[in-house]
């Protein structure tokens, strides 16, 4: 099976030298000349068109930033039977109803869409250790598996169109928020003059741990972000996006407003690029010391 992959980004990139490395066949296509060129330096053959990948492979996999790029590669210029009888999986956070509406139309052009978000970053995803969350058709979810296999140790089907999506919201709400309410702990516990080891060995017997908090310890202490998996700018657009599906579902926003306004004013000191775990930096600011 030859597999099209659509995005060379961070995670795109290496989702396509994980496949490669398992003996598939694997084309891709990045809208951006520079990732494009890492891409083939890494020893991956790229097309100049994204419809040129599609027609070249079985499986198209949809590494983009978000739905409207999607709709942007996948439509606006496009034939209209471009997609026909093509399989496409996207795979980046998206909204549930902008899943359905993707779906639509490519079924309006004979296509076949499932989605298929990922949760985990770049070592998981070297690994083939990426938890992998579908939507769609029970059919196609079987006929895709044995490449989601390839990226994942155990694949779930979630539900219908718009439920993976959902869930993987949902996850990356939890990202923000446990980043969030650490930093604010850490920060006070920093400002107390408490030791930082004495916190976490309290912390790691406690129903409050999470393993991300050591995961990210050195970075807060260091205050050094580079060399990000999941860049800040990342968790805000996901952060905004999740904001906006719960405003249309009634919950209450407030809390992930207040998270969406402190990664607003990280990505205003410059840290959009560095890791998401910059964050600290918005809600602890530093002082001397610290």
Not at 41 to 54: K, Y
């Amino acid at each position: 099976m030859k597999i099209a992959v659509l995005g060379m980004g961070l995670l795109g990139l290496e989702i396509a030298l994980r496949l490669k490395r398992q003996g598939r066949r694997v084309i891709g296509w990045n809208r951006g000349s520079e990732r494009a060129g890492l891409a083939r330096q890494r020893g991956l053959e790229l097309v100049p068109r994204a419809a040129e990948a599609i027609a070249a492979a079985d499986l198209a996999l949809l590494l983009l930033s978000d739905a409207t790029a999607i709709l942007a590669t996948l439509f606006e210029g496009g034939d209209a039977d471009a997609l026909d009888g093509r399989i496409l999986v996207q795979m980046g956070t998206i909204a549930p109803r902008e899943s359905r509406t993707i779906a639509g139309r490519v079924a309006a052009q004979g296509g076949e869409y499932l989605e298929a978000p990922v949760l985990g970053s770049l070592p998981e995803a070297r690994e083939g250790r990426l938890i992998l969350m579908a939507g769609g058709d029970p059919d196609l979810f079987e006929r895709c598996l044995p490449v989601f296999e390839d990226l994942s140790q155990a694949p779930q089907r979630i539900g219908e169109i718009g439920q993976a999506a959902a869930m993987k919201l949902a996850m990356n709400q939890l990202i923000a928020g446990l980043t969030a309410t650490f930093s604010l702990s850490l920060g006070l516990v920093r400002r107390e003059g408490i030791e930082v080891e004495q916190f976490m060995r309290l912390l790691r017997t406690s129903a409050l741990y999470a393993k991300t908090f050591d995961k990210k310890l050195d970075k807060y202490l260091s205050h050094d972000y580079g060399a990000a998996n999941f860049p800040l700018k990342h968790l805000l657009k996901d952060v905004r996006l999740f904001r906006q599906v719960a405003e249309q579902t009634g919950l209450d926003t407030a809390l992930i407003q207040a998270i969406e306004a402190a990664c607003t004013r990280a990505e205003g000191q410059g840290l959009g690029d560095q890791d998401y775990s910059a964050l600290y930096e918005a809600l602890s600011p530093s002082a001397e010391g610290l």
